[in-house]
Each structure stands twice: as structure tokens, then as C-alpha cells.
């Protein structure tokens, strides 16, 4: 049975940082790649990291770059996201997904493609 459980939300105020980890069983963690995704109240769902299957290529949207880093420990089955600098825009449900997707282009990777899915952990800016 696939599972992913994500963790570490919660309150933080503006210019803080949170670091959300997602736990893995029932598939080949170290042959997917691993994403993570985050949705507000009234927006569609956006990409906001991914890191390929061995960890060497990673992927982020403008949006996140150079604030949040997507990491994995493959022997752990586990994936993180440390995110940085955090502003009110960044507060949303953040999911952890993964995809068979055996590459280090992760630039043709896309939400589709991701077949698996956990059930998002909170993530509150505010003061």
C-alpha cells in the first residue's frame, strides 16, 4: 500500500522558516522522483519543488527559488522541503507527490505525471 505522509506544518511569522518532511512506503522510493505541491483557498494547485530520484537535479518555480530547497535521503524514504524567508503568499496546504519518472531533466516532468500523492500538511505565514 502507497503512502506518503507529510509533516512539520504549522504557524510561522513572516521572514521565518519551516521545514516540511514526507515519509514513503510501498514503491521504489529511490526510483521516483519526489515533488512538492501547495494549494490556498480558492487557488488551483502550483509546483513548488521537485528533486529527481538519486537527488542530484532539482527543480523550482521562480516563485520559491532560492528560498525553499527540496532534499531526500534516499536510505530513509524521506523527502523534505526547508523553506526560507517565508511570506504570507507562501501559506497553503503543501503536498508531497511522486512520479516514476526515472530522469534528471526534470524540466519535463509535470503535475500529470505524478501518480502519487499524500494528504497535505498546513502552512500558516502570519504575525
Known amino acids: 500500500q502507497v503512502q506518503l505522509v507529510e509533516s512539520g506544518g504549522g504557524l510561522v511569522q513572516p521572514g521565518g522558516s519551516l521545514r516540511l518532511s514526507c515519509s514513503a512506503s510501498?514503491?521504489?522510493?529511490?526510483?521516483?522522483?519526489m515533488g512538492w505541491f501547495r494549494q490556498a483557498p480558492g487557488k488551483e494547485r502550483e509546483f513548488v519543488a521537485a528533486?529527481?530520484?538519486?537527488?542530484?537535479?532539482?527543480d523550482y518555480p521562480d516563485s520559491v527559488k532560492g528560498r525553499f530547497i527540496i532534499s531526500r535521503d534516499n536510505d530513509k524514504k524521506m523527502v523534505h522541503l526547508l523553506m526560507n524567508s517565508l511570506k504570507p503568499e507562501d501559506a497553503a496546504i503543501y503536498f508531497c507527490?511522486?512520479?516514476?519518472?526515472?530522469?534528471?531533466?526534470?524540466?519535463?516532468?509535470?503535475?500529470?505525471?505524478?501518480?502519487?500523492w499524500g494528504q497535505g500538511t498546513q502552512v500558516t505565514v502570519s504575525s
Open positions: 507527490a511522486a512520479s516514476n519518472f526515472y530522469s534528471e531533466l526534470l524540466s519535463f516532468l509535470e503535475e500529470r505525471d505524478y501518480d502519487y
Open positions: 510501498g514503491f521504489p522510493f529511490s526510483s521516483f522522483a
Open positions: 528533486i529527481s530520484y538519486s537527488g542530484k537535479s532539482t
